[in-house]
Every structure is written in structure tokens, then in C-alpha cells.
């Protein structure tokens, strides 16, 4: 007999447990139990169960059943993703046919960890997982696709600002071989997206990605078409909103707060949110927003300088205002 405790959905094991699983591991196949592997491995949470898998050939491909992975297991799986995440790997059926529950679920764990890694803007983190997660697959999901070339391009525009920000004294060798790499994974990233769009050209991703490489008019068309695709794209609605900025303040503060509700983690959005709300004359709005940048980011230069200007220009405002009473 096992006791089991029941914390967290009711999957959290007690040593026992994991004992029977190394029990199980061992000695199933030479004793005719192997019916302890399925027991064993339904109350194995994830770190005891990955350890349990790779005990032997025989848990493996029990690993590799669907009722492995069914039920507590993929709803975990999904909860790892950002909520304003839609593509789940453990739901998506053409997936389910391409290849086995493990596979599918290896590749769902190296995809959450990859949008963690870019919504904390380690770009480099982010495409190696990303590469990995689509190296599990025979044919790369066109969802998996438009991530990796966000990722491509935000390693680009870091390696652009690393240059700028840089030793001028740099070689011309450094320099010449740092705007190459730039070069090759803005192509890479464009040639994505396209391959995206060729393939269904009603992806908002997608749409989004090319107004990255597109000249002013142009742009505008593809973020005002990629927003009426999906009015839920963080991404198409913060870049929508910044190139309003100037333009209709009013209309960008409106699409760069919609971004910022659907995901609070976009990085570049609260800035512009900040552009907008002190171009609108709201400067305790746009103070408020450059102390919430630094709440996600505290590192964030740029938002620790625009706090600082915005809080001497409203002081000096405040200051004005009293002396003409």
C-alpha cells in the first residue's frame, strides 16, 4: 500500500512513491509488473518523473503513451505559458498527429521556456530554446516560426545597440563582422515570416513581423491590418500605438494600453505609453508608467532616465501653476 498526499491538484508524491517507481524501473520487466510502471508514473510529478523516465527503455515507452500526458499533465504544461499565449503545443491536433506525446510535450516545456526568456529580452536564450523546440519537430508550426523570428530580430536591434553603445575604437574588422551577424539574422527573420505568411496570409504574427521591414506607408498598412486580424496581438497593437505616436496621441495611448492588458510584460509598450500620456499633457500618468517599466525591468536605463526628465517636468509645471495663482 502507497500513501499519496494531495497538495497542489493532488499530484505532489510522498518518497514511497517515487521508491515504487525505481522499484518499478528496475525490476518490472524480469518479475512480469509491468503494470506498476503505470501506476508509479500517474502520481510522478514533473522533476521525480523525468528522473523515473530515463531509468529504463521500458518507462520510456510507456512515456511515450498518450494517457502519460493527458489530463493534469498537459493542462500543467499549458499553465507554464504566458496567458496571452494561444498556440498550446498539447492541444494543437495537427501536432498531436506530427509526433508522440513525449516529443510534443519536450517541445511545449523548450517553448515556455523560450517566451520566458524573451519577455526578459535574453534574446540569445530565447532562439536557442526556440531552435530546440522546433528541432523536436519534423516540420516547424508556422506559431513557433513567427516566435523564433521575433527573437531573431530582437537579438539584431540588441546587437545594434551594443555597437552604438559601444568602444569607438573598435576595429573596423569588429564592426564589419558585427553588422554581418546583424544582417543575417534580420534576414533570417524576415525570410520567417514570410514563409508565415505564404502560408496562411491571414497570420497576425506574421503581418506584424513584416511592417518590422517595411518603409513608413507600407508599415502602417500591415500593423492597421495585422490589429483588425486580431485584436488581441500585444505586438501588432504596441507597434500600431508607437507609430501613431505624433500622429493621433489619443488613438496610440488607446491601442498601447490594449497591448499592455493583454500582456503586461511587453517590454517596449510602457515607454511608448509614457511618450503618449506626457504628449497628452498627463504627466502623473506618464511618471506612473515609467515607475511600473521599472517595477518589471528595475536594470531599464532608458525608463530610469525618462522617469527622472518626467518628474523635473512636472515639478517645474507644478511650480509654474502656483506662481501664476
Known amino acids: 500500500r502507497v500513501r499519496v498526499s494531495s497538495a497542489s491538484g493532488g499530484r505532489a508524491v510522498r518518497a514511497p512513491i517515487v521508491a515504487m517507481a525505481d522499484v518499478a524501473g528496475a525490476q518490472s520487466w524480469d518479475s512480469g509488473g509491468d503494470w506498476l510502471l503505470g501506476i508509479a508514473s500517474d502520481w510522478l510529478d514533473s522533476p521525480s518523473l523525468y528522473a523515473y523516465l530515463a531509468a529504463s527503455r521500458s518507462c520510456l515507452r510507456h512515456a511515450s503513451s498518450p494517457a502519460c500526458w493527458d489530463g493534469w499533465r498537459s493542462q500543467r ?30 517541445c511545449a516545456h523548450r517553448f515556455a521556456m523560450a517566451l520566458r526568456s524573451y ?35 530582437g537579438q539584431a536591434v540588441s546587437a ?18 558585427r553588422a554581418m551577424r546583424m544582417k543575417a539574422l534580420k534576414t533570417e527573420a524576415l525570410q520567417l515570416y514570410q514563409e508565415v505568411v505564404d502560408e496562411d496570409p491571414n497570420d497576425s504574427y506574421a503581418v506584424n513581423g513584416l511592417s518590422l521591414f517595411a518603409d513608413a506607408k507600407e508599415k502602417r498598412e500591415l500593423l492597421e491590418r495585422a490589429v483588425r486580424l486580431d485584436s488581441e496581438n500585444p505586438y501588432a497593437l504596441a507597434n500600431l500605438g508607437s507609430d501613431l505616436l505624433g ?23 510602457r515607454l511608448f505609453k509614457c511618450q503618449a500620456l506626457a504628449r497628452l499633457g498627463d504627466l502623473d500618468g506618464a511618471v506612473e508608467a515609467a515607475a511600473e517599466q521599472l517595477m518589471f525591468r528595475p536594470e531599464d536605463r532608458n525608463a530610469q532616465r525618462l522617469l527622472s526628465a518626467l518628474k523635473v517636468r512636472r515639478d517645474m509645471m507644478r511650480y509654474q501653476m502656483l506662481h501664476e495663482i
Open 77 to 106: 504544461l499549458d499553465a507554464q505559458l504566458p496567458g496571452h499565449v494561444r498556440w498550446k503545443p498539447m492541444r494543437d491536433p495537427g501536432l498531436a498527429e506530427m509526433v508522440a506525446p513525449l516529443r510534443r510535450a519536450a
Open 119 to 153: 519577455e526578459a529580452r535574453d534574446f540569445d536564450g530565447a532562439v536557442s530554446s526556440f531552435r530546440t523546440a522546433a528541432a523536436m519537430l519534423p516540420r516547424t508550426p508556422r506559431q513557433l516560426k513567427c516566435r523564433l523570428a521575433d527573437a531573431l530580430f
Open 160 to 177: 545594434g545597440k551594443a555597437s552604438s553603445d559601444g568602444d569607438s575604437d573598435d576595429d573596423e574588422n569588429e564592426q564589419g563582422e
Open 247 to 269: 500622429e493621433d496621441d489619443r488613438r496610440a495611448l488607446s491601442h498601447l494600453q490594449r497591448a499592455l492588458l493583454v500582456n503586461p510584460k511587453l517590454f517596449y509598450a
